[in-house]
């Protein structure tokens, strides 16, 4: 029975099955053994990398313990099998037909079974080998059944070498079965894995770091001895061969032209000394491959496309050292599978990245407008102090006549107006920039809007307007800023009054809501907003269509600061208005977190 060397024996990282596969491997080798009438059977299966590996050993329980899980070579074997003589499935080696070199070649290799050697030609010896091949519909080696130690120590003849080949049919189609359904599940994990690497956050946020990180999953996962992952878009496109085929631009730009092909087909090329499987475009360069990968030392090469919907991306590059065993069709299936979750990988980290680069420049512009806005007010607010001054000055002077003083009242009429168009920017200024975050705290509605009542009672009886404060009046806290619930307080009630007539009422009150939730409830029977205009009301210096609200000054600020303070608060602005009819506003602060909820 084969075993490798002992000091080159080792117990392989990713050991081949799961344990239900090896004990299905288990219980077929107990099963041939029973058929063929022989006491010890063994099963290796081929590793990528041109290894064998144990996978089952019964009847020889003390050598099953060491040996199972460790590697040897593939290479070794068929210099072995070469000295027999084949038989349909079976290769049979009789020790009269090994070389004095080969049994020096296999000195160590092999397990020599302790039985007696007799001169009798017919009796087993213990260098005897019969092996089965197990190879699958392209002809490729996949496993291989060892035989040995007969139950009557007798070698079969020829007659019964055929029988055993036809006896082992069974066992041996169901080991193929068994070693490509394991296959089939190994590429599947490897797949979910590469889907759980694409799902990480770094992964979702980064190209570089999710190329890096796949490179690392894959090439263990895969069984490949080297693996390249080439992206379109980055500048890096002409960069080091990671291969080693040093490729020349010319053979560079046909693989990158094989690449868009496949992706088009939906298939893999795999390139091998002397041929290129699946792209005759490429095949062209066939000589070249060949020299590049003998001085690589690669047995192949297979290239799957990268890609999401219809946009090719990029390629994924998988090859094996010389010795390894050819690529399976469904290695080639589970390639191209993996090119579409890196695809959509890479798709998705690639839009995260573009988001935080435009969110960043927003940022940038963000705070260079706020930035702006307060140069300005502040560069404006010195020389408009300065004309108001000499405007009061001159209306006051003995030395003014009356055409110089209704020039120095217009004077203080449009520097109060600027002045106040500067007060709310300022404001607007503060309330939208995000580096200043709202003092919150505990704040009563009811007192501040008693307060703002208060300050507007004279404005508002000046206009013929009427403030009622309705509604439950007992204690309503919110959190937030009291500066900035304020100023939204205050701006409401200023803009009912503005647009009110002689005569309105304006009813403001705190309003409980189901959630847990308080709102504030201003209610005018001023001249109403139409629906077009209700559209761009949050627009900063925007006015209104209607020519009644136009004669009533205003800067256009007021709903724009209000809506920001309440989303500052995690809150919300409403408007209910019918042209000629009223207008009510609500504000919607968030209920407490006592109660809960989250929000309106």
Same mark, same amino acid.
């Not at 020599?112 to 260098?127: A, G, M, S």
């Not at 599940?185 to 759980?196: E, G, K, N």
């Not at 009542?453 to 404060?469: D, Y």
């Given at each position: 029975?084969?075993?490798?060397?002992?000091?080159?024996?080792?117990?392989?990282?990713?050991?081949?099955?799961?344990?239900?596969?090896?004990?299905?491997?288990?219980?077929?080798?107990?099963?041939?053994?029973?058929?063929?009438?022989?006491?010890?059977?063994?099963? @290796?299966?081929?590793?990528?990398?041109?290894?064998?590996?144990?996978? *089952?050993?019964?009847?020889?329980?003390?050598?099953?313990? @060491?040996?199972?899980?460790? *590697?040897?070579?593939?290479?070794?074997?068929?210099?072995?099998?070469?000295?027999?003589?084949?038989?349909?499935?079976?290769?049979?080696?009789?020790?009269?037909?090994?070389?004095?070199?080969?049994?020096?070649?296999?000195?160590?290799?092999?397990?020599?079974?302790?039985?007696?050697?007799?001169?009798?030609?017919?009796?087993?010896?213990?260098?005897?080998?019969?092996?089965?091949?197990?190879?699958?519909?392209?002809?490729?080696?996949?496993?291989?059944?060892?035989?040995?130690?007969?139950?009557?120590?007798?070698?079969?003849?020829?007659?019964?070498?055929?029988?055993?080949?036809?006896?082992?049919?069974?066992?041996?189609?169901?080991?193929?079965?068994?070693?490509?359904?394991?296959?089939?599940?190994?590429?599947?994990?490897?797949?979910?894995?590469?889907?759980?690497?694409?799902?990480?956050?770094? *992964?979702?946020?980064?190209?570089?770091?999710?190329?890096?990180?796949?490179?690392?999953?894959?090439?263990? *996962?895969?069984?490949?001895?080297?693996?390249?992952?080439?992206?379109?878009?980055?500048?890096?496109?002409?960069?080091?061969?990671?291969?080693?085929?040093?490729?020349?631009?010319?053979?560079?730009?046909?693989?990158?032209?094989?690449?868009?092909?496949?992706?088009?087909?939906?298939?893999?090329?795999?390139?091998?000394?002397?041929?290129?499987?699946?792209?005759?475009?490429?095949?062209?360069?066939?000589?070249?491959?060949?020299?590049?990968?003998?001085?690589?030392?690669?047995?192949?090469?297979?290239?799957?496309?990268?890609?999401?919907?219809?946009?090719?991306?990029?390629?994924?590059?998988?090859?094996?050292?010389?010795?390894?065993?050819?690529?399976?069709?469904?290695?080639?299936?589970?390639?191209?599978?993996?090119?579409?979750?890196?695809?959509?990988?890479?798709?998705?980290?690639?839009?995260?990245?573009?988001?935080?680069?435009?969110?960043?420049?927003?940022?940038?512009?963000?705070?260079?407008?706020?930035?702006?806005?307060?140069?300005?007010?502040?560069?404006?607010?010195?020389?408009?102090?300065?004309?108001?001054?000499?405007?009061?000055?001159?209306?006051?002077?003995?030395?003014?006549?009356?055409?110089?003083?209704?020039?120095?009242?217009?004077?203080?009429?449009?520097? !109060?107006?600027?002045?106040?168009?500067?007060?709310?920017?300022?404001?607007?200024?503060?309330?939208?920039?995000?580096?200043?975050?709202?003092?919150?705290?505990?704040?009563?509605?009811?007192?501040?809007?008693?307060?703002?009542?208060?300050?507007?009672?004279?404005?508002?009886?000046?206009?013929?307007?009427?403030?009622?404060?309705?509604?439950?009046?007992?204690?309503?806290?919110?959190?937030?800023?009291?500066?900035?619930?304020?100023?939204?307080?205050?701006?409401?009630?200023?803009?009912?009054?503005?647009?009110?007539?002689?005569?309105?009422?304006?009813?403001?009150?705190?309003?409980?809501?189901?959630?847990?939730?308080?709102?504030?409830?201003?209610?005018? !029977?001023?001249?109403?907003?139409?629906?077009?205009?209700?559209?761009?009301?949050?627009?900063?210096?925007?006015?209104?269509?209607?020519?009644?609200?136009?004669?009533?000054?205003?800067?256009?600020?007021?709903?724009?600061?209000?809506?920001?303070?309440?989303?500052?608060?995690?809150?919300?602005?409403?408007?209910?208005?019918?042209?000629?009819?009223?207008?009510?506003?609500?504000?919607?602060?968030?209920?407490?977190?006592?109660?809960?909820?989250?929000?309106?």
């Amino acid at each position: 029975m084969e075993q490798a060397r002992t000091e080159e024996r080792r117990t392989r990282d990713l050991s081949w099955g799961d344990a239900r596969a090896r004990a299905l491997m288990h219980d077929l080798a107990r099963d041939a053994a029973r058929r063929a009438g022989f006491d010890v059977c063994a099963i @290796e299966v081929v590793r990528p990398q041109g290894l064998l590996e144990f996978v *089952a050993i019964v009847g020889d329980e003390p050598n099953a313990e @060491e040996r199972l899980g460790t *590697a040897s070579s593939l290479v070794d074997m068929q210099l072995v099998f070469a000295q027999g003589v084949r038989l349909g499935h079976l290769v049979w080696i009789s020790a009269d037909s090994l070389s004095e070199e080969v049994r020096e070649s296999i000195d160590g290799v092999v397990v020599v079974p302790e039985i007696p050697v007799t001169d009798c030609p017919d009796t087993w010896h213990p260098f005897d080998m019969l092996v089965a091949e197990i190879t699958d519909e392209r002809g490729d080696l996949r496993a291989l059944l060892y035989l040995d130690v007969p139950t009557d120590l007798r070698r079969p003849g020829v007659a019964r070498l055929l029988e055993l080949g036809d006896d082992l049919e069974v066992v041996l189609r169901s080991i193929l079965a068994v070693v490509e359904r394991e296959e089939y599940a190994d590429h599947m994990r490897v797949i979910r894995a590469t889907r759980r690497l694409a799902r990480s956050n770094t *992964a979702r946020h980064d190209v570089n770091h999710l190329l890096r990180e796949a490179r690392s999953t894959l090439l263990g *996962a895969l069984s490949v001895d080297e693996l390249e992952i080439r992206v379109f878009f980055r500048d890096d496109r002409e960069g080091p061969d990671v291969l080693g085929l040093d490729t020349v631009p010319e053979v560079r730009s046909a693989l990158d032209a094989a690449a868009a092909r496949a992706w088009a087909a939906q298939r893999v090329t795999i390139i091998e000394p002397g041929q290129v499987w699946g792209d005759a475009a490429l095949a062209a360069h066939t000589g070249w491959f060949t020299d590049a990968l003998g001085l690589a030392r690669l047995e192949a090469v297979v290239v799957a496309p990268v890609g999401v919907d219809d946009e090719l991306l990029g390629m994924l590059m998988c090859a094996r050292r010389t010795g390894s065993r050819r690529w399976t069709d469904s290695e080639g299936h589970a390639a191209l599978e993996l090119g579409h979750d890196l695809g959509r990988a890479i798709a998705n980290a690639r839009a995260t990245q573009r988001e935080r680069r435009l969110l960043e420049e927003l940022r940038g512009v963000e705070g260079a407008r706020h930035r702006f806005l307060r140069e300005l007010t502040h560069e404006i607010n010195n020389p408009m102090t300065v004309i108001a001054a000499n405007a009061e000055f001159l209306l006051e002077s003995e030395d003014a006549d009356a055409q110089d003083r209704r020039r120095a009242q217009a004077i203080l009429r449009g520097s !109060e107006r600027l002045g106040q168009l500067l007060e709310g920017l300022a404001m607007l200024t503060r309330v939208s920039d995000p580096q200043h975050r709202p003092a919150m705290q505990h704040v009563d509605l009811v007192p501040v809007v008693e307060e703002t009542v208060a300050a507007m009672t004279a404005v508002a009886e000046r206009s013929g307007v009427t403030l009622q404060l309705v509604g439950d009046l007992s204690e309503a806290v919110v959190l937030g800023d009291p500066r900035e619930i304020a100023s939204a307080v205050s701006n409401l009630v200023d803009n009912a009054v503005k647009y009110s007539d002689p005569g309105d009422e304006v009813w403001l009150g705190i309003e409980r809501r189901a959630d847990g939730g308080l709102s504030f409830s201003c209610r005018d !029977e001023g001249i109403g907003i139409s629906e077009a205009d209700q559209a761009d009301l949050f627009s900063p210096l925007f006015r209104s269509t209607n020519e009644e609200a136009l004669m009533r000054p205003g800067t256009g600020l007021g709903l724009g600061i209000v809506r920001e303070i309440m989303q500052r608060h995690g809150g919300r602005i409403e408007i209910e208005s019918v042209l000629g009819r009223g207008t009510r506003v609500r504000l919607h602060f968030r209920p407490l977190a006592h109660h809960g909820a989250a929000g309106p």
